[in-house]
């Protein structure tokens, strides 16, 4: 199963990129082709050099220092960027409330546009000018209460409390309308998910199927929601799993400079896999090419060796019967220059070699 950004990962992410590309200038911007999730901006900071971020819906964004192949003829949607976005400065990267979105705004001359990075669902990139109005969308999508298209005005899905910012007061009101585990409440009413609903739990001394919480029980859990969101950052992978900080479910782990490299080395590993199944089917593809060329070509050489050594035992035959049969052409030509072709014909019917007699062409056929 693939690695996909949570809500609280891309907290912690956008975080950490927010130094590094804030204020860089767009160079180009690339988009895969048959993987269209697929996106890549390269820019230039004035503070930290080449950067270069990678967009992959609904999984993940990261930065990166790989090159990869990008298509030569881009999308219309990559065009479209390109057009507006070249040369244009990122002055924003933000996530929304606590949603799994990432918003890049970027200036360019007296023009702002966002480019929306939708990391949950079938994922989708979507660019918006400075009145929220969609300019271009990676994917065309309808859900019941909003559409994503080009001259629309684009609208977030609905939304409850942002928990970052969630109150003692709010987190007392959520669990009084909920009728579930507390695990389940966190992953779901909290938008933790699974694996950061466990970590919260870890940090308390509730039991995470309890549904009884209680004033201080409240007090308790928001305090730890709060301290969830102010982890030191220390990157890590568990299998093939990543987090900004090392949770305690996890018993053995793998440290990265940065979450983007943790994220990377997860991604990276995907797509080394999917390029390694292409290149295996590429590779039986062409071998499969190749055998039927040399079976053909088996098939031709057996021709070509039957065919000679039928015309090696006819040259024998003609070696062995040779004075016979240049008795029979010195024959027919001197009946043909005396009495023509009618002549030679009546002559068949009287030679036992001699089957045929074509006049046009001047070819006789015999039988050795």
Same mark, same amino acid.
């Given at each position: 199963m693939p690695f996909i950004l949570s809500a609280?990962?891309?907290? #912690?992410?956008?975080?950490?990129?927010?130094?590094?590309?804030?204020?860089?200038?767009?160079?180009?911007? #690339?988009?895969? /082709?048959?993987?269209?999730?697929?996106?890549l901006l390269r820019m230039r900071s004035p503070r930290t050099g080449k950067q270069q971020l990678y967009v992959k819906v609904p999984e993940a964004l990261f930065l990166t220092e790989h090159r990869f192949p990008w298509p030569r003829q881009p999308t219309g949607f990559c065009m479209q960027l390109r057009k507006h976005l070249t040369n244009a400065q990122l002055v924003s990267v933000e996530q929304h409330a606590f949603d799994r979105i990432v918003e890049l705004v970027f200036k360019k001359g007296e023009k702002r546009w966002t480019l929306v990075i939708e990391l949950f669902s079938k994922g989708n990139v979507v660019f918006i000018n400075n009145e929220g109005v969609i300019r271009g969308v990676m994917d065309l999508q309808r859900w019941k209460d909003r559409t994503l298209r080009v001259n629309a005005p684009y609208e977030y899905p609905p939304q409850q409390n942002d928990t970052k910012t969630m109150s003692l007061e709010q987190l007392r009101e959520r669990w009084e309308e909920n009728d579930k585990e507390l695990v389940k409440f966190c992953a779901t009413a909290l938008g933790l998910g699974g694996k950061y609903a466990e970590e919260l739990l870890s940090r308390t001394t509730f039991d995470k199927n309890t549904k009884e919480l209680g004033k201080k029980g409240s007090e308790q859990l928001h305090a730890a929601l709060q301290a969830l969101f102010e982890e030191a950052p220390r990157p890590t992978t568990h299998g093939e799993d990543a987090a900004p900080f090392p949770l305690h479910t996890w018993k053995e782990v793998e440290q990265h400079p940065t979450f983007s490299a943790a994220i990377e080395a997860l991604v990276i590993a995907e797509k080394r896999d999917v390029v390694d199944s292409a290149a295996a089917a590429s590779t039986r593809t062409r071998q499969d090419k190749y055998d039927r060329i040399i079976e053909a070509q088996t098939k031709k050489l057996d021709g070509y060796k039957r065919s000679a050594e039928e015309n090696q035992r006819k040259g024998e035959r003609i070696y062995e019967c #040779?004075? /016979?049969?240049?008795?029979?052409? /010195?024959?027919?030509?001197?009946?043909?220059?005396?009495?023509?072709?009618?002549?030679?014909?009546?002559?068949?019917?009287?030679?036992k070699l001699l089957v045929t007699v074509d006049g046009k062409s001047g070819k006789l056929t015999v039988d050795l």
């Open positions: 609280l990962d891309v907290h #912690y992410l956008v975080k950490e990129l927010r130094p590094l590309v804030q204020d860089a200038f767009v160079d180009k911007v #690339y988009q895969g /082709e048959e993987e269209k999730g697929d996106s #040779y004075q /016979e049969l240049s008795s029979l052409l /010195e024959k027919i030509g001197e009946l043909h220059d005396r009495d023509g072709w009618a002549a030679v014909k009546e002559h068949v019917k009287e030679h």
